[in-house]
């Protein structure tokens, strides 16, 4: 999707945090949109965001992010695989026709990924959770010194919201379905094979995500990449998870530098046999990235709350504790929440981005 390029003096007298508002939408939406002002960090911006996770959530409208394209979606693949080990007719059926001995293997050989999103509200509570993510990426830019690199951090209610290809854009949405279709092989140890084409939708249990996408160039040979968008939603019933969203995701992207370069360097000092096993690698190397985001991200929020004193911390009650997912992408997130409480965000930060090794073995 083609960028929507600025007009000549078009930027004139915005300042850098107005254009990430306005992003990438027009200088309309700007005049008459409700984000003109950076959060004030009230009783009354924090009330409402703390309202957002108590708010039940919508089923409508669902409007088209993005028509489908081929997309190797970890969470739609997962979803497939298990939705087809639960189908013992369907298995046995391919068993027979396969000629099954001992063992089948199923490879999804292409999915094809539609999204489509619930707007977030453009009540009051859109509007503090917008400018409160303007407001913590600003905070984690300014703790590491580093240029923002976000182009946009809008809140779509239109189809097909444009994507700059100049910078990372940031969508918050209430809500991400996936739309998917793929097919699958079924292959015995004989070798017969069979194609079997699958379609569906879900609800994306991932609130925010920066995945890792690797494809295979040549025998090999791996490319690694990270999407130019990230796609952020508020239905949470957890106020910890509403506000770490944004400054995860953010340091997803700061911290996945050093980890794909780390990714890259095994790859050609020992190059994986296949697609699988190259996933396997970089899945290693992405739960200790895990680990380091959850512990930065802790640091973060404390600091946030300490900068706004009691409003912010008043939300979490005396413990502002970062809940851990029980599941293997995770596994090393306690760890990480400790090993960057010892060394504090700086040192931990600047440690991961120097050599996520020297981070594993401190960790591990």
């Known amino acids: ?59 409508g409208p669902l409007l088209v992010f993005r028509d489908y394209m081929t997309d190797p979606d970890v969470e739609i693949e997962r979803h497939i695989r298990q939705q087809l080990i639960g189908r013992k007719d369907l298995l046995a059926r391919i068993k027979k026709k396969v000629a099954f001995e001992k063992r089948i293997r199923l490879n999804i050989e292409e999915i094809q990924v539609c999204l489509r999103f619930i707007p977030q509200s453009r009540n009051g509570f859109g509007m503090a959770y917008q400018s409160y993510c303007l407001d913590i990426t600003d905070l984690i830019f300014s703790m590491n010194g580093m240029d923002n690199f976000y182009c946009a951090i809008t809140s779509p209610d239109k189809n097909y919201p444009p994507i ?12 991400l379905a996936k739309d998917f279709r793929a097919t699958v092989a079924f292959t015995a140890e004989s070798g017969n094979s069979i194609k079997y084409r699958v379609s569906g939708a879900i609800y994306s249990n991932h609130l925010g995500a920066v995945d890792l996408e690797i494809e295979a160039v040549a025998p090999g040979q791996f490319e ?36 794909d370069r780390e990714i890259l360097s095994h790859f050609q000092n020992r190059p994986p046999e296949s697609l699988a096993a190259a996933r396997n690698i970089a899945e290693e190397w992405m739960a200790l990235e895990e680990s380091a985001v959850g512990g930065l991200v802790d640091r973060v929020l404390r600091r946030y709350c300490g900068k706004h004193q009691s409003k912010g911390s008043d939300l979490f009650g005396t413990n502002l504790q970062a809940p851990v997912p ?39």
């Open 224 to 259: 690694l990449a990270r999407k130019p968008f990230t796609i952020w939603q508020n239905d949470t019933d957890n106020l910890y998870t509403l506000m770490a969203i944004p400054a995860e995701e953010t340091l997803h992207y700061l911290l996945g530098r050093a980890t």
């Open 1 to 59: 999707m083609e960028p929507i390029k600025p007009a000549n003096g078009q930027h004139r007298g915005l300042t850098r945090r107005k254009l990430m508002v306005m992003g990438i939408m027009g200088l309309t939406t700007w005049a008459v949109g409700p984000f003109s002002r950076a959060f004030a960090g009230t009783d009354d911006d924090f009330a409402q965001i703390a309202q957002i996770a108590s708010l039940p959530s919508r089923k």
């Open 164 to 175: 700059s290809q100049d910078g990372i854009s940031a969508f918050l949405v209430h809500r």
């Open 326 to 364: 029980e599941l293997n992408q995770y596994r090393y997130r306690k760890q990480g929440l400790q090993l960057v409480a010892d060394l504090g965000f700086q040192h931990a930060m600047d440690l991961y981005m120097d050599s996520p090794s020297r981070f594993r073995e401190r960790l591990l």
